[in-house]
């Protein structure tokens, strides 16, 4: 099938599409004698450049394209919709491209230099190459100022240690552009409201026979700077906050020169109000020296409610949830963001034998407060105003009603959350608390199942068991990505992902202080119930090379360990790893890969013993963009689980130093992404490599003995994997 079709697209022609006496363009050079500028350098000058390639090969938008005929009708405009037309040489944008090359040189110091270009031809096709000259680059031999204002003049002198410009750097003109807007940044931040960018003017002496340019700074006019008199806060409409909560998080006080960064930050500081849709600052003089700052806030919708409806078939047993949402962002008249949502699940079960219940019900209630400002005891609001920190609390009930048992979970954290800066995030959880209860467990169920796992260390048995988990954490979140960014040019940035949490320590000291009894396993409790203990570490790092607006590399790494300790016989299921599925090693489905070499008894997917304690993984993925908004991905996958402890009921499972690298599973394969700017929907397919759980040639490497059925896991998922 992808055969003819891939002939199909070979095969038809361009040149039915091009006009006559009319060249395709089909390749563009860059050759620089200097390698200060290169090829990539200049490609942001280019007026015209050919079709797009697919994975650097094959231009399929082109051929997509050339497929439709010459008539207008439905099927030639679809083709040429989804494809890309001919790009026809013409000698007006390579003229144009020569320019622009040169002016790019120029405005990067390279006075003199000299650009041609070459165009040849072959048949019905045109390739252009750009011969760069940049010859000598002029650099700055001394900077100086000068102005009217002698104030104005000393007040940028003195800052003149951040300058941009000093002696030895190239004469670029872009550096001379963000030199002017520094300066007005900080004449504007020490009380000169009034000054402009045209104020400021660069005058540039080259001498005939060097390469050194001195420069000068002009100021010009005469200026006063301004002090905030008053500050007065107003609401468009009826008053929907607390005035006191807009001046603690103002950052303009009365007898402040003005700053137009602590406007900035006055902004930034109200956007974090979910009551507040929009801000408006402003400002009238009241005298020579002296200005009257207005802010002035809109109000946003107080309320909304939403309904999700979804059907599930979970190996032909259907049913469906519902989940109803209900949002306050402005609980307390402080811009408190209030959700409250209930779910609910149904879902017929006809597979399970000898059980008096047929169906699976669900049902909970999830609340979460959030604060905009931190919370701390004895600390007042205008002490903590200008925090960027925010305070969450959650509260979440769940009951999973099933005819092997009813579990119920009750949770509850505080957490605060804060934005160092516009790229790093922090959350610390103060405290979370999980009270888990099983209190109905099926007679046939503990008989035929439970009581099959005789070891008093079982996994099985243990997540069946009741439990109360009290944690505390640190999370940290950092993205170098550019807000602006060149897609046409090569750039990289990465992402760090890094976090701790630990559970139990408190509650074991307490049980220690006050001597309390281990129950037959050895266990403290509290309430009568068993409490968890735990230390987990865990660490991911994402690097992402944008190559050219079509192409990129994407390298992921993460790992963790999670140890259970003290009180505990180990890890509660909600904090263990699994391996599988569409965000991991994706030659195998959801929670069947691991822990180590384990094998399930019957070959069926177990999701409580294919769990571990430690985790690892990497991939390396390469995304082209297809067509349209179509992306597609090549990618492999390598990773596993492993256990801290050797358990019974997970042979084969234990991290072992002189072990461990020899159980890593990889896989590969390609997938297609439906890029839709707010959404990305992932179609994956992934193949076995190297599958740790055997050890016969024939079985362990796949990629040299592959069996589509036995080796291919499909993934559809919303997202990127990582």
């Known amino acids: 099938m992808l055969i003819p079709a891939a002939l199909l697209l070979a095969s038809c022609s361009v040149s039915k599409h091009l006009p006559d006496n009319a060249y395709l363009l089909d390749k563009v050079k860059v050759v620089s004698n200097d390698k200060a500028y290169s090829s990539s350098d200049a490609q942001s000058n280019l007026r015209q450049t050919p079709n797009t390639r697919i994975l650097g090969l094959f231009r399929w938008p082109l051929r997509i394209y050339c497929l439709a005929g010459t008539s207008d009708n439905f099927v030639n405009r679809v083709l040429q919709e989804r494809g890309e037309a001919p790009r026809v040489y013409s000698a007006e944008s390579t003229a144009e491209s020569v320019s622009g090359i040169r ?72 550096l001379l552009s963000k030199e002017r807007t520094r300066i007005v940044d900080y004449l504007h931040d020490n009380g000169y409201y009034s000054f402009q960018k045209d104020y400021v003017t660069f005058i540039a002496d080259t001498a005939r026979l060097s390469t050194e340019v001195d420069v000068t700074i002009s100021l010009r006019q005469q200026f006063r700077t301004y002090t905030i008199d008053s500050v007065h806060y107003e609401f468009n409409g009826a008053p929907f906050m607390r005035e006191r909560l807009l001046s603690s998080h103002s950052f303009i006080r009365p007898g402040q020169l003005y700053s137009a960064s602590r406007v900035r930050k006055t902004y930034n500081s109200y956007t974090r109000f979910g009551a507040v849709k929009y801000t408006n600052i402003s400002f009238d003089t009241t005298s020579d020296s002296t200005l009257a700052c207005h802010v002035a806030v809109s109000p946003a919708k107080r309320m909304s409610t939403n309904l999700e409806l979804d059907g599930t078939n979970t190996a032909g047993d259907l049913g469906m949830s519902a989940a109803l949402s209900f949002t306050n962002r402005n609980l307390f008249k402080g811009s408190e963001l209030m959700t409250l949502k209930l779910r609910g699940a149904y879902e017929t079960i006809t597979q399970l034998q000898d059980y008096s219940g047929d169906h699976y019900i669900e049902y909970g209630a999830d609340l979460s407060l959030n604060f905009p400002k931190l919370i701390l005891p004895f600390v007042g609001d205008e002490t903590l105003g200008h925090s960027k920190a925010t305070t969450q609390l959650d509260l979440q009930w769940n009951s999973q009603d099933r005819p092997e048992f009813v579990r119920r979970v009750l949770s509850g954290a505080w957490s605060y959350l804060w934005n160092a800066n516009s790229y790093t995030q922090h959350k610390f959880d103060l405290l979370g608390v999980n009270f888990v209860s099983v209190p109905v467990k099926d007679q046939y169920f503990i008989d035929h199942y439970l009581n099959q796992y005789s070891s008093r260390n079982s996994i099985m048995k243990f997540n069946y068991e009741d439990l109360f988990i009290a944690r505390t954490g640190y999370s940290f979140y950092h993205n170098s990505q550019p807000t602006v960014v060149d897609r046409s040019r090569m750039f990289a940035y990465y992402s760090v992902r890094a976090g701790i949490e630990t559970a139990g320590n408190v509650l074991s000291l307490l049980s220690r202080s006050f001597g309390a009894q281990k129950d037959s396993l050895g266990q403290y409790r509290v309430g009568g119930i068993a409490y968890a203990q735990y230390v987990k570490a865990d660490f991911a790092w994402t690097t992402n090379v944008n190559i050219n607006e079509y192409n990129a590399l994407v390298a992921h790494f993460s790992t963790g360990i999670a140890y259970p300790y003290g009180n505990a016989r180990m890890l509660p299921f909600e904090k263990r790893y699994y391996a599988g599925g569409a965000n991991s090693v994706r030659g195998w489905s959801l929670r069947s890969l691991g822990p180590g070499t384990y094998v399930t008894r019957d070959g069926t997917i177990d999701y409580i013993n294919q769990s571990g304690d430690v985790k690892l993984f990497a991939s390396v993925e390469y995304r082209p963009h297809l067509f349209w908004k179509v992306d597609g991905a090549l990618f492999v996958d390598a990773g596993n689980i492993w256990t801290i402890y050797d358990y019974d009921d997970q042979p084969g499972g234990q991290f072992l130093r002189d072990q461990f690298w020899k159980q890593i599973a990889v896989a590969y394969g390609a997938g297609m992404r439906l890029n839709l700017g707010f959404i990305v929907v992932r179609f994956d397919g992934g193949m076995k490599a190297v599958n740790p759980a055997y050890s016969g040639k024939k079985y362990h490497y796949p990629v040299l003995y592959p069996n589509f059925k036995r080796d291919f896991a499909w993934h559809f998922a919303v997202g990127y994997p990582f």
């Open 103 to 174: 002016n790019d040189l120029v405005s990067k110091g390279y006075l003199k230099a000299n650009v041609e270009s070459v165009t040849t031809t072959k048949g019905r096709k045109a390739t252009v190459t750009y011969f760069v000259e940049p010859k000598e680059l002029y650099t700055i031999r001394k900077v100086q100022y000068r102005g009217e204002d002698r104030a104005l003049v000393d007040c940028v002198r003195a800052d003149s240690i951040h300058s941009l410009l000093h002696p030895g750097v190239a004469f670029d003109k872009s």
